[in-house]
């Protein structure tokens, strides 16, 4: 429930620098929400990213399996368990 909780929290969030939705690749000016796996199956989403697009927020579910290598200027969201 994190991402739609941190999308409503992050509406002033600013204007993504492309309008590109989906091309192999982290979009640009994402937030990803990481969470643990639903689904073991790489075609099953993983989480979530926050993003605007032409004014627009966006909240959608991202796919990627475990070889997948985030690059230094991906921004991550976590939520830590209590305790």
Known sequence: ???????????????????I???GRAPAGAIHVAS???SDDVE????????????RAWLRGYRCD???V????QRLAFLLPDG
Request: hydrophobic letters at 35%.
């Open 1 to 19: 429930m994190t991402g739609p909780y941190l999308r409503l929290a992050t509406m002033g969030q600013t204007n993504a620098p492309d309008s």
């Open 21 to 23: 939705l989906s091309a």
């Open 36 to 38: 643990k796996p639903v």
């Open 44 to 55: 099953y989403p993983k989480g979530f990213y926050l993003r605007v697009v032409d004014g």
């Open 66 to 68: 475990d070889a997948y």
């Open 70 to 73: 985030w690059t230094p200027d």
